[in-house]
Each structure stands twice: as C-alpha cells, then as structure tokens.
C-alpha cells in the first residue's frame, strides 16, 4: 500500500475551518481506494507570528521539504499587515520549493448559478494557468525621498526567459490534453519591457505545438471577454499578477471564491507542491462554521491527483458534485443554513 | 456666443468612422445651445507612421497645446507594434499635458442588457477614476542578457507621492458630488513596495475627507465583486494598469466596450484634455459603417461638460438614451443593422 506523507498548515482565519474538512474527505479517500496518509500539522500563522515574530520557524522550507504534498489553509489576519504574513509564508514556499505553476481550474458545479446570465455550465468551464514564481510578485524596488513631497517608490518587475518559456510550455501541453486552445494575456501596448517579452516567448513556444491553437489578448480586453464570452476560453495563461485577478473573475463567475481550488505545482516533482483554496482567511466569519469548505476539498483533490491518485481524485470531485446537486446540504454562501463541518462530513459520506 | 477651438484626431480602424459621427452630434450641440466649435483634424496614425515614420510631428504636443479640447479617435493598426503606436501618440499626450486623471463613467445605457442576471440599472452605475500619468506604465526598463538563455526583463513601476495624492483626491472630491462612497484598487500583499505606498497615501487623503466612506479592496477580489456585487461599488480609484483592467470590466457588465467613454482630463486647466472611446481602433471592421458610434458621441459629451457646457452635455446623453430606448436604430453589436452614421445621425436629430 503506498503511504504519502503529507503537510497541513492551516493556517488561519476560514483556513483552519476549511482544513479540518478537507483531510476529513482525503482520509476517507485513502480508506476507499487503498492507499494511507500520514499527516504532519504545522501552526505557521499570524498567531504564531503575533507570538513570535515570525510566520514560520528558520527551517521552515527545510522541514516541508520532505513532504509528497502540502496542503495549505489560508494566511492573513487583520493587524499583520498582508505583506508580512505573505511574504514570510505562502510565496517563499511557493519560490522556494519553485512551484512554478499556479493551477486554478474552475467550472460551474451543480446546484450552483453564474451571475452572468444565460450560461450553461459547459460553457463556464476554464483553466488559469498563472505563472507563480516571478513577474509582478518582486521583493525588488524601494522607496526614495520618504516623508518628503517628492518621495517615490520603485517596485521592479522580473521577467525571465527561463520563467516564462516554462510557464507557457506548461500551458500548451496542458492544452493538448483538453480543449487545444490556449489564449495569453499581454498588456504589450502598456507594460513595454515585460509584455513583449512575454509575447515573443508566447510566439516561440507556440510555434512547437501547431496542433494547439494560440491566441493572445491584452489584459483588459480578456477581462471582458471572460464575462462577455467566457465559452470562447479554455485555458488562459498569465504572470503572476494577471493570473491572479483573472482567476478571483474566473471563480467569481463560476460559483464564486468559495469553490476555487489551486494547485501551487513543481511539475518536475522535486519538491512538494502545494494546494490552497483560492479564497483568503476572511476573519471576519473565521471560526463559525459557516465557510464552504468545498473550495479547500477540491484542492484536496488536486492534491491527491498530483499524487497520481487520478481515481481518488475524480472520486472525490464526483462526491462533491453529488452533494451540491441534491442539495440537502448547503453552507449560507450557497443559500443554505448548514455549518462547514456538516458540508465536509456529507462530502466524505457521498465517497 | 463662446467659441472653442477642438483638435480631432480620428486616428486608426473604427477610430475614423466613430469620430465623424461624434463631431456632426457634437456641432448640432453646438448650434442648439449657443456655443460655437473651430475644428482642426490631425491624421496623426499608424497610417502616418507608415508613411513618414512617426505617429506624430516632433513639435505634435506644442501644436495642440493651444485648443481647447482633443477628440481622440483611437490608434493602433496590425503591423504597427502596439508599444509604437501607443507610447508614440496616446501615452505621450496623456502625460505632456499633465491628464493625470483618466474617468471612465459606466451606465447600463437603455435598451441594452447587461451580461450580469438580474441586475437592474441603477445598480450598474459606477466610475472607475483611473491614474493616468505613471504607475506601472512606465517606459523604464529593459532587457539583459539579450538572446541568451539567462535573459531577463525588468519593467519598473514608478509611484509618486504627488501622482497618488491627487488622484486619489480627485476621487474624493468626485464622491462629494455623488454617492460619498470611494473603493481603492490596492494588491498590497503581492506588490510590496508600490502597493503600501499607495494604501498609506488613500488614509492619508481618506482623512481629509471624514465625510466620505472609504473602503480598499485587493485587486483581484475587487474584479471579483465588480461581477458579483456591483451594486456595492460606485467610485473605483485604481493605479494606471488597474483602472484599466477594471474599466473594460466595468463596461462589459453594462452593455459593452461600444458604449463606454473615457476622458483624459487635466484638472487645473493649465493643459488642454483629451476625450476618447474606451474601445480601440478594431481593424477588422474599420471602415465597414458597423462600429457602435455611442461611445464616442458620450465622450464628446463629456468633452463639452469638462469646457463647461453643462446643458448641451446632458442633452447629448438624453438624445443617446432616447435613441436607444427607442431602439429602432441599432448597430450590429445592438442586434441591429443600421450603420454608424444611421446611428450618428439619429442621436444628432433626437437632439
Ligand atoms: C491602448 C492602451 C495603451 C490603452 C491603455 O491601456 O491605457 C487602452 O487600453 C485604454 O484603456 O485607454
Ligand atoms: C494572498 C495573495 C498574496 C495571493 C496572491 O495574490 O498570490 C492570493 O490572492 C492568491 O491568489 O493566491
């Protein structure tokens, strides 16, 4: 029987709630269909930070480093400023264990409705392929002049061939086992370092694949058309920081945060990966059983798939899908009146 | 009776065709409500570059320094790389006349339906206030290690203390006039240096404004919301690439990029402003007579309201309304078959 040993960090906020369920439905997974987990949890959070200055202990990378797969709750509490609890967190792991890839699949689940009008869900079914390593996401810059009136800041952003050739790749092969389209975000006629250079890469990788058809649209212009004609995407590839608005919109019109998974990936396997929810911590309904855990159970999946579980995987989402289409249990994002814990148990049970 | 000198540069593609029908609308303003109107054209273009090398003459900026408004077509035609075209005409006017404020007002326009189910129009009304003069778009950067498979690509975002602060009040002194309410655009836990410095800033002047409401939003869940609650949104305040981002949102939840104005306004006056379609230049259907004239003739509208001819403004905007509400002239992009100068002139006659 294989044995996976696996991190969990909670986090904090709605990541601690949301997590509980989720290895809820991973354990039973593990039961069904012949394979054990072995769980080690970590308290890295604002707490920790608020009781000792930091988010994550000196070794922190060192010890995850050993782990098949992490799977992450959220991080963010109101008086840790976002920029502390971040970069002393979730994007030193992403970098350091080179996660290239932010995975972010979304799709209209049953029971659910888009707020755009009229859509089936066949239509509402895309993938975000967001390069998670470098881009806009740059500790570089500085400010000059501070408390003076002429004060400025500089904040660098950091394009390499390497980074981006890969990223793109990743997309097209992808590509290859779904819808063959792939669509690239630009802003070449803004940013006039980066986006070209994004463009001209985007330009090489597509010439190796002529089976799959390329398209590139600027940033603006994709973000209509995601809620104008979101049918005539499939999967988008983005940096950094496109990557993530586009996603919140992707999950926004599919359902909303509550059901967006994420899979922080090395696709070379030689460091763990990471899965999250989409969502933050939102503290402000933290610990009241009422977030939807289905977001942070779909990145269990995502999880378990990456593991090579494909059948887990498809099992749990297939549960997911199940429970949301009868209906009986619902959380008050989804219209209903049902705690966390009752969501993640009726996913479990539907396995 | 007050006379204005206008430059026009129709520009590129759709530019041309919608701008003629945005000065036969803007000159029967003109004659209804006791104004008169001095029109220079300007072919500044692609097609210009084409032919002489430069989208403009060097001494472009000095001649139109002296009129009183600019209707801007739009520019960009396949073959002319964008960053040529662009950072060659539109970017260089928006910062030597110091049109540090880029509105984009949104309004679900009668007899057109929005992509969102269920909203009513009252709750499809917002104003992205858009920095125009810095921020990301910054001609800063560059490559190194050209050709090379250790290339990179740094582009530099460049925030001022003066850009941000009178943005961000000109967004305040907006929301005394309207709603009260104000929704700045910030990334602060991905963008750790530009980011704060704009939070920092938006408390700074928030509390010159104590009777203003004021809320921040990341970027990504704020294009999240514009989907999902846009009622609760009315002034967007957003950084150069953000404001744009959020304005072609903002116009494809409320009846499309056809429909949606944009002016490039310099406060103090010391500079002429520039009035513009949100829309490009669309060359696949340039010159066909099908492009959707409307966002150009409200862009005109606002042109006249910014030179203080409040009356004729409105009367522009209501001479839209009728002529949509009616419905019997339509574009294409309206399910109609009329032709832009069908629609140009119906709005010019509804006057
Ligand atoms: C054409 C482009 C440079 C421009 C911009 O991004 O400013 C356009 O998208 C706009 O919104 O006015
Ligand atoms: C919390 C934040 C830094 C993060 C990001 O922007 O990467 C989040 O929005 C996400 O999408 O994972």
Redesign the interface.
């Known amino acids: 029987m294989t044995a996976y040993r696996l991190a969990s960090i909670p986090g904090d906020g709605i990541g601690v709630d949301v997590t509980v369920e989720a290895r809820k439905v991973l354990d039973r997974s593990a039961e069904l269909f012949g394979f054990s987990l072995e769980w080690t949890e970590f308290d890295w959070s604002c707490e920790r930070y608020a009781r000792l200055g930091s988010m994550m202990p000196d070794d922190g990378v060192a010890q995850l480093s050993a782990f098949d797969g992490i799977l992450l709750g959220a991080v963010?509490f109101p008086g840790v400023?976002?920029?502390v609890?971040?970069?002393g967190l979730l994007i030193p792991l992403r970098r350091a264990f080179q996660q290239y890839v932010n995975l972010r699949p979304v799709r209209l689940l049953p029971g659910t409705?888009?707020?755009?009008?009229?859509r089936k869900a066949e239509e509402l079914e895309l993938v975000i392929v967001r390069e998670n390593s470098e881009g806009?996401?740059s500790?570089i810059?500085?400010?000059h002049n501070a408390g003076?009136?002429?004060?400025?800041?500089?904040?660098?952003?950091?394009?390499?061939?390497?980074g981006v050739t890969r990223i793109i790749r990743y997309a097209f092969e992808l590509a290859r086992t779904r819808s063959s389209r792939v669509c690239s975000a630009t802003?070449?006629?803004?940013?006039?370092?980066?986006?070209?250079?994004w463009d001209e890469i985007f330009a090489e990788v597509a010439a190796e694949f002529p089976d799959v058809h390329s398209e590139q649209m600027h940033?603006?212009?994709l973000?209509?058309?995601m809620?104008?004609a979101p049918d005539r995407l499939d999967i988008v590839v983005a940096s950094?920081?496109f990557g993530?608005?586009l996603?919140?919109?992707a999950?926004?019109?599919t359902g909303?945060?509550g059901m967006a998974p994420s899979g922080n990936i090395n696709p070379s396997g030689e460091f763990p990966s990471m899965f999250e929810a989409v969502h933050?911590s939102a503290p402000d309904i933290a610990g009241q059983g009422i977030a939807n855990p289905v977001a942070q159970i779909l990145a269990a999946a995502m999880l378990v798939e990456h593991l090579g579980e494909t059948v887990a995987a498809q099992a749990i989402r297939a549960a997911v899908d199940r429970v949301l289409d009868e209906g009986r249990v619902r959380t008050p994002d989804l219209g209903g009146t049902d705690t966390t814990e009752r969501l993640g148990t009726a996913v479990a049970e539907a396995l």
Chains 1, 2 share one sequence.
């Open positions: 963010g400023p976002d920029h609890s971040l970069w409705t888009s707020v755009l009008a009229g806009e996401y500790a810059g500085g400010r003076r009136p002429d004060e400025f800041v500089l904040q660098e952003s950091v394009f390499t061939r390497v802003k070449s006629n803004g940013l006039i370092h980066s986006m070209p250079f940033v603006d212009a973000a209509a058309r809620v104008q950094n920081l993530d608005i996603s919140d919109l999950a926004a019109i909303g945060l933050g």
